[in-house]
């Protein structure tokens, strides 16, 4: 019983550090952007990269259970199964190019505002 309790505690403070994460990479209201002199052109740029990488990870992962239902239901036919790898692979491949993408401009954002 300890352990489900421990579980269940570690399944929060995940909850709470994906909270964290969209609160440090969520733009602001359309209204702030609207200020003059509120925000640079840069910063703008950033958050559209930031979130147009958002979008092309949540592609990625479709396509990772794409391929894992064709992987599936393949039926044991050896064309299927190496189509539903490569489909996998590279969704897997641009899942994580997506990830170093907005780590990357989170850095060099960060370096260049001097943070």
């Given at each position: 019983?300890?352990?489900?309790?421990?579980?269940?505690?570690?399944?929060?403070?995940?909850?709470?550090?994906?909270?964290?994460?969209?609160?440090?990479?969520?733009?602001?209201p359309i209204s702030e952007m609207a200020q003059p002199g509120g925000r640079t052109p840069g910063?703008?740029?950033r958050d559209v990269v930031i979130w147009i990488m958002g979008f092309i990870g949540a592609i990625a992962v479709g396509f990772i259970v794409f391929g894992a239902i064709r992987y599936v239901t393949s039926a044991g036919n050896e064309k299927m199964v190496e189509e539903a790898k490569k489909i996998i692979l590279y969704a897997i491949i641009g899942f994580v190019i997506a990830i170093l993408a907005v780590v990357i401009i989170q850095i060099v954002g960060g370096a260049a505002q001097g943070q």
């Open positions: 019983m300890g352990l489900v309790c421990f579980q269940s505690a570690s399944a929060q403070n995940q909850f709470a550090s994906t909270q964290s994460l969209w609160e440090q990479i969520k733009p602001p910063v703008i740029i």
